[in-house]
Structure formats: C-alpha cells, structure tokens
C-alpha cells in the first residue's frame, strides 16, 4: 500500500524559504518519477514538479522556476522541495505523489506565505 508523508510547511514572510520532505513506503521508490502538487485555497490541485527515479531529469511550472528545486534520495526514500523567495501566491497545501499513475496522495503539508 502506497504511503506518502509530507513535512515541512509553515508560515513564513514573502522572500523567506522552506523545504518540504515527503516519505514514501509500500512501493519501490527508486523505480518511481516523483512530483510535487499544490493546491491553493479555493483553486483546483496544480503540478509544481517532477523528478525522474535517478534524479537526472527535472521540470516545474513556470510560476516556480528559477525559485523551487525538486530532489530526490532514494536510499532514504525521500523526495524534497526547496522553495526560496516565496511569495504570497505560493499559499497552498502541498502534495506528492508518486507514478507512472500519480493517483496517490498524502495528507498534504500546509504552506502560507504571510507579512
């Protein structure tokens, strides 16, 4: 059974950071792509980021380039998410997942991005 656990939200200023952690179980994770989702209140989910299984490949949506960095260590079955220069617009409850369906999901870690 795929488990996913995210950690690592908060509330934080406009052009502070954080970095999200998500812990996977029930599935081999070295064989699978990651990525991280956001939902924003009132918004439907958005995908931020993807990471092949070795790591080598990444991609993000525009709104985040340059700002977020996704990673990956897979002996320790984690997927991270390096957000710097944040914005008030990055509010949401973010989310991994794991593929080829990318249909599961934890319970989501709460980001708010605040004066």
């Known amino acids: 059974q795929v488990r996913l656990v995210e950690s690592g939200g908060g509330l934080v200023q406009p052009g502070e950071s954080l970095r999200l952690s998500c812990v996977a179980s029930?599935?081999?994770?070295?064989?699978?792509?990651m990525r991280w989702y956001r939902q924003p209140p009132g918004k439907e989910r958005e995908l931020v980021a993807h990471?092949?299984?070795?790591?080598?490949?990444?991609n993000y949506a525009d709104s985040v380039k340059g700002r977020f960095t996704i990673s990956r260590d897979n002996a320790k079955k984690t997927v991270y998410l390096q957000m710097n220069s944040l914005r008030p617009e990055d509010t949401a409850v973010y989310y991994c997942?794991?593929?080829?369906?990318?249909?599961?999901w934890g319970q989501g870690t709460q980001v708010t991005v605040s004066l």
């Open positions: 029930g599935f081999t994770f070295s064989f699978s792509a």
């Open positions: 990471i092949s299984r070795f790591g080598d490949t990444t």
């Open positions: 997942s794991a593929g080829p369906r990318f249909s599961d």
